[in-house]
Structure formats: C-alpha cells, structure tokens
C-alpha cells in the first residue's frame, strides 16, 4: 500500500475505526430495510456505491466532528434527558454518515499531516 494512504487511512486506531463502522452500518440497514418494501425491485449501482463509499468513510467524518466538537466544548458536561441526548447523537451520526463523503477528507488530511508527529510519540 502506498505510504501516503497507510498515513491517512491508518490515522485511526483498528478500536476506533470498526467502533464507528460497526454503529455507521445502521444507516445501510435502515435503507436497505425500507428499500426493500418498496415496490422497486433492484437499487441501482450508485445508489450501492454510496451507501458502501459513506460506510466505510463514516468512521473519520466522525473523526472530524468528535473533534469540532471537543475543540468547541472543552472538558464541560451538560446533564440532560437521556432520550434527547440519544435522539441528538442519532442525528449527529446520520449526518456524519450522509456527509462522509464530504468530511471525511478533512479527517484523512488531518491524519496524514499528523502521522509523523503521533510516530514520533
């Protein structure tokens, strides 16, 4: 594999990478469930291509936000009802994974600038 991808794409712990992947796979499943009760038969071949290219970039678009949102609150706690913060973490998730293909190069970019300093630690 080329250095610059392993740089990249190898940014993210093993840990990390298929935690993220595993909860993005709800998006395709929720899809692909509604999908087929609809009265089409076959999904087309972009419509495949995204869903597998937004699920496997989700895990560093969520990279990308988690740390927006670190920078942005600090160390604070917010107490709050658990079902908003559950209902607000579905949203954040879903759009991370609609966007993946938007953000997630952010992430890569950020992990392959990055990955001499975290080698060197």
């Not at 970039?57 to 609150?73: A, C, D, M, Q």
Request: hydrophobic fraction near 55%.
């Amino acid at each position: 594999m080329h250095p610059a991808l392993v740089k990249s794409f190898g940014g993210l712990s093993l840990q990390s990478y298929i935690r993220h992947f595993l909860f993005g796979l709800i998006f395709p499943a929720i899809f692909i469930f509604a999908w087929s009760h609809s009265k089409s038969e076959w999904m087309s071949l972009a419509m495949v291509l995204f869903l597998s290219v937004s699920s496997l970039l989700y895990p560093y678009s969520r990279f990308v936000y988690e740390g927006v949102v670190s920078y942005i609150l600090g160390n604070n706690a917010f107490f709050m009802n658990a079902f908003l913060m559950l209902l607000a973490k579905y949203i954040t998730m879903a759009f991370c994974w609609v966007f993946a293909v938007f953000v997630a190069p952010v992430g890569l970019l950020y992990l392959y600038f990055t990955a001499d300093k975290r080698a060197s630690q």
